[in-house]
């Protein structure tokens, strides 16, 4: 079963094609990395399988909905954690998770239950009253994941998630997409950081609005007689 089906989506911004007929298939608990270098096409792609972009031409399922016709159900059933920080500096863990559970209609006996549970499994159960501007970078995009996981979507989008943090708590973070994946819920998730594609069961590369090769991390790097996804992507930016 899949969880976002996409067929020859295309975005163009006036003679500019920013995606370029792209298709890919995602299956439901699969994390899936999308790669590529600054300005090929990534975070226009992934806004449109948000339902935050209209595509040019193509098609889409994600989560189940038709991204012609079920635009809104598709932001109902999905989570999206931004490159740049998502919360409010200015208010505490909890209000925030609140303020995000609200907006999703989460019942408040059952949203009480679900952020209690979130800190608690953050290690945070205790610190739900600290303001988030106070938290450093790596708790914040924890607490932002946590968030974005509050009304149970069955597809989380990742921003470059893990930009700007130390290598342990990349680790961290990778570990509560695991966890995550383990449920069902399908990631999926862009970096820059090649060595974090190694830990995903499917990547593609993409390049100038398309996409150049998709598969596992070993299937590419057999195909292609390298030894690393940086040698990977390093080919296709040579290219």
């Known amino acids: 079963m899949y969880s976002i089906e996409v067929e020859n989506l295309t975005k163009k911004f006036g003679d500019f094609t920013a995606v370029d007929n792209i298709s890919f298939q995602v299956e439901a608990g699969e994390i899936f990395g999308f790669l590529g270098a600054n300005g090929a096409g990534k975070t226009t792609a992934m806004r449109m399988m948000c339902a935050l972009l209209i595509p040019t031409s193509?098609?889409?399922?994600?989560?189940?909905?038709?991204?012609?016709?079920?635009?809104?159900?598709?932001?109902?059933?999905?989570?999206?954690?931004?490159?740049?920080?998502?919360?409010?500096?200015?208010?505490?863990?909890?209000?925030?998770?609140?303020?995000?559970?609200?907006?999703?209609?989460i019942p408040r006996k059952l949203l009480q239950e679900r952020i209690k549970q979130s800190l608690l499994e953050l290690g945070l159960d205790d610190k739900g009253n600290q303001m988030v501007g106070s938290l450093p970078l790596g708790w914040k995009q924890k607490v932002a994941f946590a968030t974005a996981l509050l009304h149970r979507p069955k597809v989380v989008f990742l921003d470059e998630p893990t930009s700007g943090v130390d290598p342990l708590v990349r680790r961290e973070f990778w570990n509560l997409i695991y966890k995550t994946a383990s449920k069902g819920i399908t990631i999926f998730v862009t970096t820059h950081y090649m060595d974090e594609a190694e830990y995903c069961g499917c990547i593609s590369m993409m390049s100038n609005g398309q996409i150049k090769i998709i598969g596992s991390p070993t299937d590419i790097k057999n195909r292609?007689?390298?030894?690393?996804?940086?040698?990977?992507?390093?080919?296709?930016?040579?290219?």
Do not use: C, P, W
């Not at 292609?224 to 290219?239: C, G, H, M, T």
């Open 58 to 105: 193509g098609f889409a399922m994600v989560a189940g909905y038709n991204l012609d016709t079920q635009r809104h159900l598709i932001k109902k059933n999905i989570g999206y954690m931004s490159q740049k920080f998502s919360l409010y500096n200015d208010l505490s863990i909890n209000e925030n998770m609140q303020l995000y559970g609200t907006i999703y209609d």
């Open 224 to 239: 292609l007689r390298v030894d690393s996804i940086d040698k990977v992507f390093e080919s296709f930016i040579e290219r």
